[in-house]
């Protein structure tokens, strides 16, 4: 079992719709399709059912899924921009122990958990060449007896945050305690935060921030809009070290995603960088 380029650790999901249909999510199923239309060779390590639904989706990636009675279970309800998440089940735990020993190797490992499912010391277990992100919204959740999800401190951030190279994170997440970003940034040496049709602002040390902002696009599904822009950001960045050339790959990446519904339409590499060539530098039409 050779390591994949880009590993995503987390939940897959069961996402439940006001039709009573469901369709597959969650961090891991967004992002992981949208690094293999960006030409990555990709692994899932995730928890869940047999049943899971619409497998056909992550054709051409490398899954490790372990034995769950359930599937983390979702209801998405949109007013606007603003999202009100209700959980349903959650599915087993995932610990270091189960990390593939050829997997820690990897060029790219994001954490995308969704219920706290992920134990903190797993960031530990990588190689020190591994380019380490976390995307912390299951760390940042909890839920009431009905379900509804509502945020919460961070508690496991000192123990994450030293062992990664960068923090992906919306203002969403924050759950308008900014002040909590200020910590985040002591304890990480990069932080892309995500700011939907805003764009994406990102923080480093010692290093004035850079606002980059969004591509021009109409939103039909801002599902795992965060979650495709998470997959071009480190992507690029892996490949060019520079966080603002990644940050409009991942800008331009979750514009295209979002045009259309579900995790099936996540585009192209080609169709990434035809909008990056279409756009100059900032956002302005060429």
């Not at 039709?19 to 990555?40: E, F, K, M, P, Q």
């Not at 290093?207 to 809009?225: I, M, Q, R, S, W």
């Amino acid at each position: 079992m050779a390591a994949p380029d880009f590993l995503v650790l987390g939940h897959m999901t069961r996402d439940e719709h006001p039709d009573g249909s469901c369709s597959l999510g969650g961090a891991v199923t967004y992002a992981s399709i949208a690094a293999r239309n960006l030409g990555y060779r990709v692994g899932i390590l995730t928890s869940a059912a047999a049943d899971y639904p619409e497998p056909h989706l992550l054709h051409d990636l490398e899954i490790v899924c372990l034995p769950s009675p359930t599937t983390t279970t979702f209801r998405n309800i949109y007013e606007g921009r603003h999202r009100h998440q209700y959980v349903r089940d959650v599915a087993s735990r995932i610990t270091a122990a189960d990390i593939p020993t050829a997997w820690r190797d990897a060029k790219i490992v994001l954490f995308g958990p969704l219920t706290n499912e992920v134990d903190a010391d797993v960031v530990r277990v990588f190689s020190p060449h591994t380019l380490i992100a976390v995307s912390p919204q299951g760390w940042m959740r909890q839920w009431d007896e009905t379900g509804r999800v509502k945020p919460r401190a961070w508690l496991e951030a000192a123990q994450v945050l030293p062992h990664t190279n960068a923090l992906i994170l919306s203002e969403e997440d924050l759950g308008g305690h900014h002040e909590r970003l200020e910590s985040y940034l002591a304890l990480a040496p990069l932080v892309a935060l995500t700011r939907g049709p805003e764009g994406v602002i990102i923080y480093r040390k010692n290093e004035p921030p850079l606002e980059v902002p969004a591509f021009p696009t109409h939103a039909v599904d801002p599902t795992g809009a965060g979650d495709s822009f998470a997959a071009g950001f480190l992507i690029r960045l892996y490949e060019t070290n520079d966080p603002l050339e990644a940050a409009r790959f991942g800008n331009a990446t979750a514009s295209l995603a979002i045009a259309s519904k579900g995790a099936s339409t996540m585009p192209s590499r080609a169709e990434v960088e035809q909008l990056l060539a279409t756009y100059a530098a900032g956002g302005e039409k060429a």
